[in-house]
T-cell receptor, first 111, second 113 residues
Framework: NAGVTQTPKFRVLKTGQSMTLLCAQDMNHEYMYWYRQDPGMGLRLIHYSVGEGTTAKGEVPDGYNVSRLKKQNFLLGLESAAPSQTSVYFC??????????FGPGTRLLVL | GENVEQHPSTLSVQEGDSAVIKCTYSDSASNYFPWYKQELGKGPQLIIDIRSNVGEKKDQRIAVTLNKTAKHFSLHITETQPEDSAVYFCAAKGDTGRRALTFGSGTRLQVQP
């Protein structure tokens, strides 16, 4: 039981490049979330999903897109990366709307 | 929407002392309040949570208290140990609207041996 895994662990992008972050969970959770973590700002919700095929905007959705084609996977896309998107990205999942289990994070640097 | 404020941002204590971290929330409809611990280079991990129908909850050296009237909740760690050093986040979830947690900005706890 791997829990929540994230791919890749670290990535460097140039401004304007695109990439996709992959989150996978093997706990059969309905809810999945993407957060970004910046110094002194805690965790801010980007997008979330309450089930396969559904997505919803969080607190800071601009510049990101997501897809939940399979229950166990939640993808976060950056279409045109900007330096302001340099951050650590965490995925989480939960059975209900409460206890969330987090992945190890993806560190993204946009130059 | 919900707003969660957390204090202090940094806290240094001697091993064996107690540590207290406080959070306030804005949405009176919030009904679930978890605390997460984040060690360096890792994702946050749930350490304790409390629901709005309970005033206090304990788990060994960790306790959380909730004051619904004042809209604040606190994390108490007794007999601190060096391995308690980490960043701690509080969070709150409302009963309506956005179905996700709102996190505080975090407290970096340093336990000095």
């Amino acid at each position: 039981n791997a829990g929540v895994t994230q791919t890749p662990k670290f990535r460097v992008l140039k401004t304007g490049q695109s990439m996709t972050l992959l989150c996978a969970q093997d706990m059969n959770h309905e809810y999945m979330y993407w957060y970004r973590q910046d110094p002194g700002m805690g965790l801010r919700l980007i997008h979330y999903s309450v089930g396969e095929g559904t997505t919803a905007k969080g607190e800071v959705p601009d510049g990101y897109n997501v897809s939940r084609l399979k229950k166990q996977n939640f993808l976060l896309g950056l279409e045109s990366a900007a330096p302001s998107q340099t951050s650590v990205y965490f995925c989480a999942s939960s059975y209900r709307e409460e206890t969330q289990y987090f992945g190890p994070g993806t560190r993204l640097l946009v130059l | 929407g919900e707003n969660v404020e957390q204090h202090p941002s940094t806290l240094s204590v001697q091993e064996g002392d107690s540590a207290v971290i406080k959070c306030t929330y804005s949405d009176s409809a919030s009904n679930y309040f978890p605390w997460y611990k984040q060690e360096l280079g890792k994702g946050p991990q749930l350490i304790i949570d409390i629901r709005s129908n309970v005033g206090e909850k304990k788990d060994q050296r960790i306790a959380v208290t909730l004051n619904k009237t004042a809209k604040h909740f606190s994390l108490h760690i007794t007999e601190t140990q060096p391995e308690d050093s980490a960043v701690y986040f509080c969070a709150a979830k409302g009963d309506t609207g956005r179905r996700a947690l709102t996190f505080g900005s975090g407290t970096r706890l340093q336990v000095q041996p």
